[in-house]
Nanobody, 123 residues
Framework: VQLQASGGGLVQAGGSLRLSCVASGRPFNYYTMAWFRQAPGKVREFVAAVRWDDGRTHYTDSVLGRFTISRDNAENTVFLQMNSLKPEDTAVYYC?????????????????WGRGTQVTVSS
């Protein structure tokens, strides 16, 4: 499995960004795809996840109502739409995948990782 993330950048507080993660290597029917983020000096934390089969989603509380995760089966792509961005959202964002359909927020449970993309929110 290969994951290629893109879409990061610099944005002012209150702005929006859309991250993309293109997945390749095998069928993803039984996979859960997720976004994690890691701020300087902090551990990598769960942001959001989506089940590839039915599109069900799960979010960490701090992004509820602001971020939306989705997937495009035809394009093998997972998106993270980030609205109302805050300076505390500044981090490197990573796309991840695990071969299971039960949601899990622990980074150790994800087998595959893409390279991160930097998101910087200025105040």
């Amino acid at each position: 499995v290969q994951l290629q993330a893109s879409g990061g950048g610099l944005v002012q507080a209150g702005g929006s960004l859309r991250l993309s993660c293109v997945a390749s290597g095998r069928p993803f029917n039984y996979y859960t795809m997720a976004w994690f983020r890691q701020a300087p000096g902090k551990v990598r934390e769960f942001v959001a996840a989506v089940r590839w089969d039915d599109g069900r989603t799960h979010y960490t509380d701090s992004v509820l109502g602001r971020f939306t995760i989705s997937r495009d089966n035809a394009e093998n792509t997972v998106f993270l739409q980030m609205n109302s961005l805050k300076p505390e959202d500044t981090a490197v964002y990573y796309c991840a995948a695990r071969r299971a359909t039960v949601f899990n927020t622990h980074r150790s449970q994800y087998n595959f990782w893409g390279r991160g993309t930097q998101v910087t929110v200025s105040s």
